[in-house]
């Protein structure tokens, strides 16, 4: 009987990636399939935070807990 082994960073959610966004970046490269940059940041008043517009065509925040999420507005 075989055995596959996953990686652990193949099972790695959003919420969990570093607050930071060379890790966003890396996160997003792995899970798109290719490169991934910010656009631009901009300030978010129904979200009272800064927002990353990125060239996948969502954007990123970090929620009060520092983790990231997924702004659909």
């Known amino acids: 009987m075989s055995s596959a082994f996953v990686k652990e ?3 790695e959610q959003l919420k969990d990636v570093a607050p ?3 890790s966003l970046l890396i996160y997003l490269k792995r899970e798109n399939g290719g490169p ?3 656009l ?8 009272q935070t800064e927002v990353h ?3 996948d065509g969502l954007g ?3 929620n009060d807990t520092q983790q ?3 702004v659909l507005d």
Not at 40 to 47: I, K, L, Q, R
């Open 9 to 11: 960073s193949d099972y």
């Open 20 to 22: 930071n966004m060379a």
């Open 36 to 38: 991934v940059h910010e």
């Open 40 to 47: 631009h940041t901009h300030f978010s008043e129904n979200y």
């Open 53 to 55: 517009e990125m060239s």
């Open 60 to 62: 990123y925040l970090l």
């Open 68 to 70: 990231w999420q997924v």
